[in-house]
DNA sequence: TAGGCCATCTGGTCCT
DNA sequence: AGGACCAGATGGCCTA
């Protein structure tokens, strides 16, 4: 699932990933990629422990995992959700050029850096060349900034 | 085809 | 006990 998708409703979302726990021999994960599916895990909850074992004499079961899978699933949905959010707040050019979750990290960090230079030095034409910084006691300038040769 | 990126599953740990 | 969070493993998709 792309970054992107992550913009469909939450209570699309959740309706899908429901529908998918309440399918007990349902299809796979909703991208149609990653490991073990759903309905794989289903067989898993009544199978044996790994290796084959067995506990004296009883079949040990997993408890079924739909229900964490479908969680875990949501909780990331909701990282996406937010890194979509921090992504719309950065300035790329083009606006809806792709970004990977790195790039946005990286991005917004320097993007921040870019903002307090500008409030700092009081002007928005490269600020970061005209602005020091303390950093453990030592006076530094932001070598090079995305966001000021933007402007430039 | 290799490498980057991603979604998903899973088990462990911590918290309420 | 159940949920949230996290990291590792795995496999699919895409691009150079």
């Known amino acids: 699932m792309a970054i992107s998708s992550a913009s469909s409703s939450l209570s699309n979302y959740l309706m899908a990933v429901f529908a998918q726990d309440s399918n007990s021999s349902g299809s796979a994960s909703a991208s149609g990629s990653g490991a073990a599916a759903d309905s794989e895990d289903s067989q898993i909850g009544q199978e044996a422990l790994p290796g084959g ?60 850096t870019h903002l307090s230079s500008t409030l700092e030095t009081g002007t928005e034409c ?4 005209l602005h020091k910084y303390e950093s453990e006691g030592i006076t530094r300038r932001i070598s090079i900034c995305t966001f000021c040769l933007k402007t430039k």
């Open 53 to 112: 074992q067995e506990n004296q004499g009883h079949h040990r079961r997993r408890p079924p995992r739909q229900k964490i899978n479908a969680r875990e699933r949501y909780r990331t949905f909701n990282v996406n959700s937010a890194y979509e959010a921090l992504r719309n707040l950065i300035p790329t050019e083009p606006m809806n050029r792709k970004l990977s979750k790195i790039e946005i990290i990286r991005l917004a960090s320097s993007y921040i």
């Open 126 to 129: 490269q600020p970061c060349l």
